[in-house]
């Protein structure tokens, strides 16, 4: 879909989407890298975290989607919950120095699982659904956590910081369910909606 052909809310949310998104990319590959895996994905997934609880804000300016309100409002309250979980953690963590070569492995994984992540949200499909569009954005955004926190699982981890990695994993699959599950009827309504106007 055209720009021309876009409304002024979609327009004001997928602009302020791809600031967030923007914003994201740079603080996940800029962050700053030491000896220790655990303090470097503690430092790359609070950005990520932040992005989530920012696009889901972003989502309750604009949607009547009960259900999808729900969604956001869900994900805001488990990730603010994860960042202040990880901040906890972090000096603790950040003392468990991993091999140069588990690093290189670790950042290896992680840079081709981002960049798909970044890619895929950023050519998500942009239309006046913005019920869809976030949807579509956000799956992506859910298994690049998924598979980041995989990734790290791989290597020789701080303890302390397992379970948050479990959680995220466990809470990211569910909220893909759900999503795929909600964008399936989204489209169907949609879809009635235009035959009946074509009726």
């Known amino acids: 879909m055209t ?3 876009l409304s002024n809310v979609a327009k004001a949310y997928l602009c302020r989407f791809y600031e967030i998104l923007e914003q994201m990319t740079e603080n996940m590959t800029e962050a700053e890298l030491t000896d220790s895996l655990s303090h470097n994905f503690i430092v790359q997934m609070i950005p990520h975290h932040m992005a989530a609880i920012e696009m889901s804000e972003n989502l ?3 949607t009547t989607c009960v259900p999808l309100q729900n969604i956001a409002l869900n994900i805001i309250d488990e990730q603010t919950k994860s960042i202040d979980n990880m901040k906890n953690i972090l000096c603790q963590c950040g003392e468990q120095d991993n091999t140069p070569l588990d690093l290189c492995l ?25 019920n869809a569009d976030f949807i579509r954005e956000m799956i992506p955004h859910h298994e690049g956590a998924i598979r980041m926190s995989q990734n790290a699982l791989l290597y020789d981890i701080c303890s302390e910081l397992v379970p948050i990695l479990e959680a995220i994993i466990k ?18 309504w949609n879809m009635q909606k235009v035959l009946l106007i074509l009726i």
């Open 3 to 5: 720009d021309r052909k």
């Open 60 to 62: 309750l300016q604009y």
């Open 106 to 130: 670790y950042q290896e994984g992680f840079s081709q699982i981002t960049c798909t992540m970044f890619t895929q949200m950023k050519n998500a499909c942009s239309t006046n659904n913005i």
């Open 171 to 188: 809470s990211q699959k569910k909220g893909i369910c759900e999503m795929k599950k909600l964008l399936r009827s989204v489209w169907v």
